[in-house]
């Protein structure tokens, strides 16, 4: 799977918009400052996939080009067209919706994951509809048979399903994930804690549920029952109560029938799985009670590498977040996949942050999935080449998406914020930028008063104290430092344009030119 261009002609802030991927690239990361568009690229990928594998009509129009199983696929959209909204063709010739529509197995990804660490609750409701679908299908398939999720959105909640499948079916790449990230040696026990779900009701159970259903679980039927008799037949002595649980501090806690099945040791957790099921499977059926509002909380205990037994909820937000997008990503990484992260390293430390990307691109299969990661940290792309990065930017004609001018990998992380890339004139304090400002505007000034020299001396050794050296050892900087402060733009700021960027690197070239050929007159002059 591996999305080529996309245009798009007007989707909120995306005006006259176009993307031009490289193919030959498993990953692209977006960078731009807040409010150019990133999340807006993302979600408008979704709403695309949405329509394209529920029939509808485009919400927007937009022309899209992409690769999927060796096939070249293009769509060109618009709703505004009353005869034909969408055009589509394939390897180059045209076929109608109806035919895309009934081999969408072969023309769409198996999955298009969405991630997003935020608050919002934006991106996660472009899912509603599908989920609502997906939903339907569980109860409707028959037992042990799981429908295809094509558009999932990766919740916060998921983690603990997550790690669930990887003991339910280990990996060498689940374990080597626990082991070095994580610190998890192994299971411990799990504590599922499952509820009356809503569509039970207060009333008895009718016919149906009463011959589909099974009874110890609310008369609860679909393709994930057997499971459910499982996890019922592993328990050690299975405990229900009725409990008055607060949902709200507002409102009084409500009575609920509640269903506690404890797992006691990983030989117990690995008895749920049967042959041929995977972790993929596995946690299907783990997030179909999720959906089917039978999970009211998961409570799992793991034993760390230091022998030490922690609950899952006591592992930071990152190691959550590692697990979750990781997790996912090894369970489909066979599968034609899309992946549409935004701001996936919020919760992770600079260590992890600069491993996140490579271990995400080495859990994909490059001929398989495709990565987009929207981002602000430059820790995530100082291992990239320029034409795997998307600088977002707003112009007066509306938002680019362009390839950087260099490669970001060996620039460092110093370079990359100072770079077009995040446009920052310095990483150093806006405090001591000011103070180093005012020293270098009174250093260029030939005809200082004696109060601009008090001045001048009580900068420096300010400066010094705070370890930012008011000299230099080479004298030719000297020279260049002194000239730039003659030259220097009367407003600088923290925040520089490209076009800022590019004028102070003139100018510099240029002092450093007139510093040059007065070190050639001086020493034309002492040799004559």
């Known amino acids: 799977m591996r999305l080529d261009r996309l245009r798009i002609p007007n989707y909120r802030n995306l005006r006259g918009f176009e993307i031009d991927f490289d193919e030959r690239q498993p990953t692209t990361v977006l960078l731009g400052r807040n409010g150019t568009g990133k999340s807006n690229l993302i979600e408008a990928i979704v709403e695309i996939f949405r329509e394209l594998e529920l029939g509808g009509a485009p919400a927007f129009a937009y022309t899209l080009d992409y690769v999927c199983r060796e096939r070249a696929i293009r769509i060109d959209a618009d709703p505004a067209r009353l005869s034909k909204r969408l055009e589509i063709s394939v390897d180059g010739q045209p076929i109608t919706q109806a035919a895309f529509q009934r081999d969408l197995e072969s023309l769409l990804p198996n999955y298009v994951f969405a991630y997003y660490s935020g608050w919002s609750s934006r991106l996660e409701r472009h899912f509603d509809r599908p989920t609502r679908r997906h939903y339907g299908r569980i109860?409707?398939?028959?037992?042990?048979?799981?429908?295809?999720?094509?558009?999932?959105?990766?919740?916060?909640d998921?983690?603990?399903?997550?790690?669930?499948?990887?003991?339910?079916?280990?990996?060498?790449?689940?374990?080597?994930?626990?082991?070095?990230?994580?610190?998890?040696?192994?299971?411990?026990?799990?504590?599922?804690?499952?509820?009356?779900?809503?569509?039970?009701?207060?009333?008895?159970?009718?016919?149906?549920?009463k011959a589909e259903g099974d009874a110890r679980f609310w008369y609860a039927r679909g393709a994930f029952k057997s499971f459910l008799g499982r996890l019922w037949d592993r328990a050690l002595a299975p405990i229900r109560n009725t409990e008055a649980i607060e949902r709200d501090v507002r409102r009084q806690g409500e009575s609920t029938e509640r269903l506690y099945l404890f797992i006691k040791n990983e030989?117990?957790?690995?008895?749920?799985?049967?042959?041929?099921?995977?972790?993929?499977?596995?946690?299907?059926?783990?997030?179909?009670?999720?959906?089917?509002?039978?999970i009211d909380e998961v409570r799992v205990t793991v034993e760390r590498t230091d022998g030490s037994r922690v609950k899952f909820v006591q592992?930071?937000?990152?190691?959550?977040?590692?697990?979750?997008?990781?997790?996912?990503?090894?369970?489909?990484?066979?599968?034609?996949?899309?992946?549409?992260?935004?701001?996936?390293?919020?919760?992770?430390?600079?260590?992890?942050?600069?491993?996140?990307?490579?271990?995400?691109?080495?859990?994909?299969?490059?001929?398989?999935?495709?990565?987009?990661?929207?981002?602000?940290?430059?820790?995530?792309?100082?291992?990239?080449h320029r034409n795997q990065v998307r600088v977002f930017t707003q112009t007066e004609s509306g938002v680019s998406a362009a390839e950087p001018e260099y490669d970001p990998i060996g620039i460092g992380v110093e370079g990359l914020l100072k770079s077009e890339l995040?446009?920052?004139?310095?990483?150093l304090a806006p405090e001591v930028l000011l103070k180093l400002d005012r020293h270098?505007?009174?250093?260029?000034?030939?005809?200082?008063?004696?109060?601009?020299?008090?001045?001048?001396?009580?900068?420096?050794?300010?400066?010094?104290?705070?370890?930012?050296?008011?000299?230099?050892?080479?004298?030719?900087?000297?020279?260049?430092?002194?000239?730039?402060?003659?030259?220097?733009?009367?407003e600088l700021r923290s925040e520089l344009s490209k076009r800022e960027i590019e004028e102070q690197a003139d100018l510099a070239d240029e002092m450093l030119k007139e510093i040059l050929a007065e070190e050639c007159t001086a020493d034309r002059a002492a040799k004559a």
């Not at 959550?320 to 992260?341: C, W």
């Not at 995040?422 to 990483?427: I, K, P, V």
């Open 422 to 427: 995040y446009g920052l004139r310095s990483t």
């Open 158 to 209: 998921y983690s603990q399903l997550v790690l669930l499948a990887f003991f339910l079916a280990p990996s060498p790449a689940a374990r080597a994930l626990l082991d070095k990230y994580l610190g998890i040696k192994c299971f411990e026990a799990a504590l599922f804690v499952l509820k009356t779900p809503w569509w039970r009701g207060s009333g008895a159970p009718n016919r149906t549920q």
């Open 267 to 294: 030989a117990e957790l690995a008895a749920l799985r049967h042959d041929g099921e995977d972790s993929k499977t596995l946690f299907g059926y783990l997030e179909s009670l999720f959906l089917c509002d039978l």
């Open 315 to 384: 592992l930071s937000e990152g190691e959550q977040q590692l697990l979750t997008v990781l997790g996912l990503l090894l369970f489909t990484q066979d599968d034609e996949s899309l992946y549409l992260l935004d701001e996936p390293d919020t919760h992770l430390n600079p260590v992890w942050t600069y491993d996140f990307l490579n271990l995400l691109q080495q859990n994909i299969r490059a001929e398989k999935g495709q990565l987009i990661v929207a981002t602000h940290n430059p820790l995530m792309i100082g291992s990239l």
């Open 139 to 156: 109860l409707k398939n028959p037992d042990g048979q799981l429908p295809l999720r094509r558009l999932f959105f990766c919740r916060k």
């Open 440 to 490: 270098y505007t009174l250093l260029g000034k030939a005809d200082r008063s004696d109060t601009e020299d008090t001045e001048l001396m009580r900068l420096a050794s300010e400066l010094n104290e705070l370890s930012v050296s008011r000299t230099h050892p080479n004298p030719y900087f000297e020279t260049f430092a002194t000239a730039m402060a003659r030259r220097r733009t009367p």
